[in-house]
């Protein structure tokens, strides 16, 4: 089992609408989330930074469950601009500190 | 302010063949980290460098040698290239261990045939 466990998709959106994916992480001692996005071809770059509280940046909300060890991202409005593959990181407590990068989900907004 | 950067950003190598990969950054970061990515799967860490003279085994090392002799550059080696290295390699910087915002480069794309 993958340590960071993301549906690959394709998540195909019409512009405009709200589109949610979920993340799920198996070890337990996992300290701190993030979601980055990646654009084809391209380097990863920082999207945000997930909350134990929930946290929402313009369009953007993410939320944390560590109950049930999964993290979610949620995109209001989706433009064409946010078509990207979202990777879903996690950086556990040990003594490196390493983080621990999903697979990525897929999504295609179309207009 | 260029950031991190990558070179080459292409290559094609022979089996056996060797080449290094410079990563570069000017803000003065600690932390470096090469990472590299597959179809399906997530960024995998190959070495990383807590600092200047200093480097440190990943997840996926094998066939991998780093050094970080200054600072501002972090350098992969593979020595006998194999087909199974053929990936997308990324380098990434950041401030200290507890700054989360990792700064990348473009990546080198190389296939080993």
């Known amino acids: 089992r993958k340590e960071v466990e993301q549906d690959p998709g394709p998540f195909n959106v019409p512009e405009g609408a709200t589109v949610a994916f979920n993340c799920t992480y198996s070890?337990?001692?996992?300290?701190?989330f993030f979601w980055y996005r990646q654009d084809c071809r391209k380097e990863p770059k920082l999207l945000m930074s997930?909350?134990?509280?929930?946290n929402e940046d313009g369009r953007f909300t993410a939320q944390l469950n560590r109950a049930s060890q999964y993290i979610s991202l949620l995109i209001r409005d989706s433009k064409l601009s946010d078509s990207a593959t979202y990777l879903c990181v996690v950086k556990v407590m040990d003594s490196n500190y390493q983080l621990i990068w999903g697979a990525g989900t897929k999504l295609i907004i179309k207009p | 302010n260029a950031g991190v950067t990558q070179t080459p950003k292409f290559r094609v190598l022979k089996t056996g063949q060797s080449m290094t990969l410079l990563c570069a950054q000017d803000?003065?970061?600690?932390?470096m980290y090469w990472y590299r990515q597959d179809p399906g799967m997530g960024l995998r860490l190959i070495h990383y460098?807590?600092?200047?003279?200093?480097?440190a085994k990943g997840e996926v090392p094998d066939g991998y040698n780093v050094s970080r002799l200054k600072k501002q550059n972090f350098l992969l080696g593979l020595e006998s290239a194999a087909p199974s290295q053929t990936s997308v390699y990324f380098c990434?910087?950041?401030?200290?261990?507890?700054?989360?915002?990792?700064?990348f480069g473009s990546g080198t794309r190389l296939t080993v045939v």
């Open positions: 803000m003065n970061h600690e932390y």
């Open positions: 997930v909350y134990s509280s929930g």
């Open positions: 990434a910087s950041v401030r200290d261990r507890d700054n989360y915002g990792y700064t």
């Open positions: 070890n337990s001692a996992s300290q701190s």
């Open positions: 460098s807590v600092g200047e003279g200093t480097t």
